[in-house]
């Protein structure tokens, strides 16, 4: 069993920055694409950003553009999510995980079924 461990939420005013990290336990990381999606109390979860085994294609949901970037270290079975300019409506509980099933499109990867492990999520809080 892969553990994925989210960390670095808290609270923080609109228009200021966090940056989440994901460190996913093995030796198998390089292998897997990863994502983050968040969910807020009575919303759906939602695809926030996500990234190639290799790093080497990222993609955005449309709210992240411009504010949000996913990184990855593979050599630290490390992957960030850097957010910029939050806004209150960023409150939520922000999910890392990674995949087995070879996403390779948007839609894809956009889909948390495309995902086999998740961490327990870290909270986002932005103050008004």
């Known amino acids: 069993q892969v553990q994925v461990v989210e960390s670095g939420g808290g609270l923080v005013q609109a228009g200021g920055s966090l940056r989440l990290s994901c460190t996913a336990s093995g030796r198998s990381f390089g292998r897997h694409a990863m994502c983050w999606f968040r969910q807020a109390p009575g919303k759906e979860r939602e695809f926030v950003e996500g990234i190639s085994a290799s790093g080497g294609v990222t993609y955005s949901a449309e709210f992240a553009k411009g504010r949000f970037k996913i990184s990855r270290d593979n050599a630290k079975n490390t992957v960030y999510l850097q957010m910029n300019s939050l806004k209150p409506e960023d409150k939520a509980v922000y999910y890392c995980?990674?995949?087995?099933?070879?996403?390779?499109?948007?839609?894809?990867?956009?889909?948390?079924?495309?995902?086999?492990?998740w961490g327990q999520g870290t909270q986002v809080t932005v103050a008004s």
């Open positions: 995980a990674a995949e087995t099933r070879g996403a390779a499109r948007y839609s894809e990867y956009a889909d948390r079924r495309s995902y086999d492990y």
